[in-house]
């Protein structure tokens, strides 16, 4: 056993199966190929540990991966209405978003708090889905759509999606379909099957890399479809990883429930007050996001480069950002990147420190460490790796 592995162990909890949270259709498939730690999401269970993660994130950057994300629990949105709800719960302008297009999006509350970060999929004229991120957000929106007085359906259909993710992902899939799906652009999607088993398949991930995920629409089918893309991707040097911290930091990714909770708008994230569009429509929070943009905002959340020993273990909880003995922020994220040989994470600061180049001192569990702000994403800023391959 790896010895970061074995202290991992050493100081975690034993998790317990049993049928109070969900299990993916890929699940057993998940144990058999190596799977020996996860985590709670969704009230479902998350593959988190295979092997070390130096060795997935190379995996991930160089070969193809598949993980099972059936986590992402998908809100259905349907009805004669249902472009109008679902353009109610974002600040995106969704009125141009074409049918087989995808968004990323955030729900938001009435005071301009953030409820989730979803992958939005227009799958149909009047259907849309959310893959969500780990909140109780199809809540929500059945609680908006109950009180909004439209003609709208909102579910939870049993779908579940893997992710195929990598430079090679391209070559599996092909293998799997067609070479028709070398055409699918970023952040579009089409319904189609594979043996007949019924799937929708997106160029969408969490990694920022070449990638597609495959959304299965018939559970029992689930160790099915895991066999056939690992068969695909054999040749490709395919194997299962869990989502990767060090790739989605790198990347600018933010995780939902730890960068950024209900508390947090859209102005204080970098890179996210692009999504606030401007449009006729009014939309759930409208008018305090108008308002938080006049005023500006007291705190940011950035990047940062922490100056310590290669962090190999997710922090477990916030660490604060002290300034002349008094906390001023919190580190909410931060990894060891294999590419850059350095430790990047994420933290909330005033508004005034959260320019790149500023020094902090962050209060670690083993004392204080020197940190400095960055711009993110840290690699790809254009965005060019997913988009353009």
């Not at 294999?338 to 209060?363: F, M, Q, T």
Request: aromatic letters at 10%; glycine letters at 8%; one cysteine or more.
């Amino acid at each position: 056993m790896p010895k970061q592995h074995e202290e991992m162990l050493k100081n975690s909890a034993t998790l317990y199966f049993g049928p109070w949270y969900r299990r993916s259709p890929f699940f057993e498939a998940t144990r058999r190929y190596g799977c020996t730690a996860y985590d709670i999401y969704n009230h479902m269970y998350l593959p988190a540990y295979y092997d070390e993660p130096d060795t997935e994130f190379w995996a991930l950057v160089n070969d193809v991966t598949i993980w099972d994300v059936g986590v992402e629990r998908i809100v259905e949105i349907s009805g004669p209405d249902a472009t109008k709800l679902t353009n109610m719960l974002t600040c995106r302008d969704l009125t141009k978003c074409a049918v087989n297009q995808c968004k990323y999006m955030l729900v938001l509350a009435p005071d301009g708090g953030i409820v989730n970060d979803p992958v939005l999929l227009h799958v149909g004229e009047d259907c849309w889905w959310m893959a969500l991120a780990d909140s109780d957000a199809g809540l929500y929106a059945m609680g908006v759509a109950v009180n909004s007085g439209l003609n709208v359906k909102v579910t939870h259909p049993e779908v579940y999606p893997i992710q195929v993710q990598g430079p090679k992902s391209k070559d599996t899939m092909k293998g799997l379909f067609d070479d028709s799906i070398l055409d699918m652009k970023y952040y579009w999607c089409r319904q189609t099957e594979l043996d007949g088993i019924p799937v929708m398949i997106s160029r969408t991930g969490w990694s920022a890399t070449v990638g597609y995920e495959i959304y299965l629409m018939d559970p029992k089918r689930g160790t099915e479809l895991w066999e056939k893309v690992m068969e695909a991707g054999k040749s490709h040097n395919i194997r299962p990883i869990a989502p990767s911290e060090a790739r989605r930091i790198e990347a600018g990714i933010f995780n939902y429930g730890s960068d950024m909770t209900l508390e947090n708008n859209p102005y204080e994230i970098m890179g996210l007050e692009r999504l606030v569009g401007d449009q006729e429509a009014d939309y759930i929070g409208k008018s305090a996001l108008q308002r938080i943009k006049n005023e500006g905002v007291k705190r940011r959340l950035v990047g940062v480069e922490l100056e310590t020993r290669a962090m190999r273990a997710e922090v477990a909880e916030y660490w604060p950002v002290v300034q002349n003995g008094k906390e001023i922020g919190y580190l909410t994220d931060a990894i060891w990147s294999p590419r850059l040989e350095k430790n990047i994470g994420y933290v909330w600061l005033p508004a005034e420190l959260s320019e790149p180049g500023n020094e902090i001192d962050v209060s670690s569990p083993d004392g204080i460490v020197k940190g400095r702000t960055a711009a993110i994403p840290f690699v790809d800023p254009k965005n060019v790796v997913p988009s353009k391959a």
